[in-house]
């Protein structure tokens, strides 16, 4: 488990979904974010007090996480001496990115000099079996999107929040680094090797009691010609009992890819619920989670309405408004 509280490094960010990791960690533990340090051009901001390494060293900070997630999820060289200079100021580093924090030289030099560990994510730490598709006891959602980063984690979370206070059977099952830095546990799924993929959903997700649900973080979007992958082994993999659709409805573009544009909710609905039938013929679509951030309130309103009358279905921002009406249409 990372030690708290947290320093949220954000690096040169680009824009604030470049921070998504550091993002998803305020938003969900906030009572472990101490603070946010930026370099220069770093256009993210998490509005958290600003420290230096020395500031957060004094404030308290025992582990500095590494919060920025870029195209290709790299530890840029740039990073290199703050990362550094936080292990000498005896603060643990933890980063859920590609390359790894232990394969620096001068970071595991710093770490082993200070006595701090350094915590990858990013490595899968079991070996999973190649998946056999058979039905399992419990119940299973899943979110699917019309891109990435669109919001299919914090639907999952949302919803597991409200059913916990229920009183209900659900665990979040964490699928990606953000994911795993929150809760503390689950598979980085896009560091396993491809034929094993499902496997690991299949095992994170085990037979339960008839009445528990399995809430999983979605990962990329089936039309996303970078990460359609991952999406095929959590659907086939999760085997899941129920879909919610996730869109943002401001995005002009994949993420990524300015020559892709999204699908719309009716294409996603179809092509989701024809490769989950694939593994589960009872599959049904429960909701729509719309990330309405870019919104007015004004705006969100008239946007989920109207989706909600077109889609026939409950239509909400569970962030912003609770996840209550997806809870409510899980099936029995």
């Known amino acids: 488990m990372l030690k708290t509280p947290y320093l949220l490094f954000l690096g040169d960010a680009p824009d604030q979904l470049a921070a998504k990791v550091a993002q998803g960690v305020k938003d969900w533990r906030p009572e472990f974010a101490l603070g946010q340090l930026r370099l220069e051009g770093c256009r993210a901001d998490l509005r958290l007090p600003e420290m230096s390494i020395a500031d957060a060293a004094a404030a308290g900070a025992r582990t500095m996480i590494v919060g920025a ?35 620096i030289p001068e970071l595991v030099a710093a770490a082993k000099q200070s006595g701090t560990n350094l915590f990858d994510v990013r490595v899968p730490r079991n070996d999973y079996p190649i998946a056999d598709g058979k039905p399992r006891t419990g119940k299973r959602c899943l979110a699917v999107g019309t891109d990435c980063s669109i919001g299919k984690m914090y639907t999952a979370l949302a919803m597991e929040k409200v059913m916990r206070a229920r009183a209900m059977k659900a665990s979040f099952r964490a699928t990606g680094q ?27 997700t085990p037979d339960n009691d008839e009445d528990h649900w399995d809430l999983i973080e979605g990962q990329g979007s089936l039309f996303h010609p970078s990460f359609s992958g991952v999406t095929m082994a959590l659907i086939h993999g999760g085997r899941p009992d129920a879909l919610v659709l996730c869109h943002e409805p401001t995005r002009t573009h994949m993420r990524g890819l300015p020559h892709y544009t999204l699908p719309s909710l009716e294409e996603l609905r179809e092509l989701s619920l024809a490769t989950a039938r694939i593994v589960n013929p009872d ?17 969100a309103r008239d946007y989920l309405s109207q989706t909600e009358e077109r889609m026939g279905l ?18 029995a």
Do not use: K, Q
Not at 314 to 329: H, N, T
């Open 69 to 103: 997630a870029n195209r290709g999820g790299v530890i840029s060289r740039n990073w290199i001496e703050t990362l550094v200079a936080a292990s000498r100021a005896g603060m643990d580093i933890a980063s859920g990115l590609h390359n790894h924090l232990a394969d």
């Open 283 to 299: 599959v049904r679509v429960i909701g729509i989670s719309v990330n309405t951030a870019a919104l007015s309130p004004e705006e």
């Open 178 to 204: 953000t994911g795993i830095l929150i809760t503390g546990s689950g598979v980085p799924l896009d560091a396993v090797v491809a034929d094993f993929m499902a496997g690991a959903v299949e095992w994170l």
């Open 314 to 331: 409950p239509a909400v921002d569970p962030f912003r408004d609770g996840a209550e009406r997806l809870v409510d249409s899980l099936p």
